[in-house]
């Protein structure tokens, strides 16, 4: 009797534990998207008390991995999906939906006590990060004569983020191109804490780590193609002058996965409040006709991307919305 009592106890544990997960929505990927995820998901859960959303980070490739073997329902991204991926998920049979949330400000940032680079050209960013600098610019005024004499300490994001890939291929010309002797990491808050703790640190992140510590950062305006430097504010990214860091954030949603409530429940929720949660959270918010659009997309089931497997540097809020998904 004791031993069918146990096999009993099992059982029903083990029905307990898949209604819970049927009620789950898993969620990992880019630590730059997910101040934007995590505000929607716990609003969504307020609403929904019948669901769950658990939002991981381990960065937008690390986020990939999982979600083209199926592991995720949705993965957060703070670069579009690339080629090596679409291949992965197309040989697992994951179909995926793609869904801009809101545009990012990628932000080059020094600590408040640097009193000499208020702005920075593309090309002294450059001349920084490049992989040819690895063991040789390793002082301020290797970078611009005009700055001291001190040493150059680099905080950036690591190779399995998405801002990386997008940094270096806006940077320096070529995604995955950059020195290797920086302090590295997906988590962007150890990234603030880094700068914030060193007068001679640069660095880069995401904006609304930026935002949320304004009183340890400051942020460095950014001259390109010879223009005046131009700060990373909201309405330079609305208006298409803060270049070219400027860039949108997406989510990935798992065709497959919007056959359950749950998640169809979420990524609805998701575009229906998504612009009040990013502007909350400090990133800039799409158009009102953009997350429709995304509803429509979600009704649809259109699967697919517009980004063609790569990075689009510079690309426009309307550009975006005009593309077509393949």
């Known amino acids: 009797m004791k031993f069918k009592f146990k096999a009993l106890s099992l059982s029903v544990l083990s029905v307990f534990a898949v209604a819970a997960h049927a009620n789950t929505v898993k969620v990992d990927g880019s630590s730059t998207v997910f101040p934007v995820t995590e505000a929607v998901a716990e609003d969504f859960q307020k609403a929904n008390k019948q669901y769950k959303v658990t939002v991981g980070v381990s960065g937008t490739g690390g986020g990939f991995k999982k979600f083209c073997r199926g592991e995720t329902d949705v993965s957060n991204a703070s670069r579009p999906i690339l080629k090596a991926e679409m291949d992965e998920c197309a040989k697992n049979g994951v179909q995926y939906i793609e869904l801009p949330v809101a545009y990012d400000a990628l932000t080059v940032v020094v600590n408040p006590k640097n009193t000499w680079a208020k702005s920075m050209t593309v090309e002294e960013l450059k001349k920084a990060w490049e992989p040819a600098a690895q063991g040789k610019i390793m002082r301020w005024n290797q970078i611009n004569p005009s700055f ?11 190779s399995d983020s998405g801002t990386f890939d997008y940094f270096t291929e806006a940077i320096v ?11 590295a990491s997906e988590d962007d808050n150890i990234l603030v804490q880094g700068v914030a703790r060193n007068v001679n ?12 510590h304004k009183d340890k950062l400051k942020g460095v305006a ?3 193609k010879g223009r005046p430097p131009v700060e990373p504010l909201e309405a ?11 860039r ?15 998640v169809r429940a979420f990524a609805e929720y998701y575009m229906k409040n998504g612009a009040r949660l990013a502007k909350e959270v400090k990133y800039v918010p799409l158009p009102a006709k953009a997350y429709e659009y995304n509803l429509n997309a979600l009704a649809k089931r259109q699967v697919g991307t517009k980004m063609g497997g790569e990075n689009k540097v510079g690309l426009t809020i309307d550009q975006l919305m005009k593309m077509e998904a393949k």
Do not use: H
């Open 148 to 158: 001291p004499d001190a040493p150059l300490a680099l905080f950036g994001a690591g």
């Open 173 to 183: 010309g070529k995604a995955k191109s950059s020195r290797g002797d920086y302090t």
């Open 201 to 212: 640190a640069l660095g880069y992140f995401g904006f609304a780590y930026y935002a949320e």
């Open 222 to 224: 950014i001259s390109y």
């Open 236 to 246: 330079n990214v609305l208006n298409a002058t803060y270049e070219p860091l400027s």
């Open 248 to 262: 949108p954030i997406f989510i990935y949603v798992n065709n497959k996965s919007m056959d359950r409530p749950e």
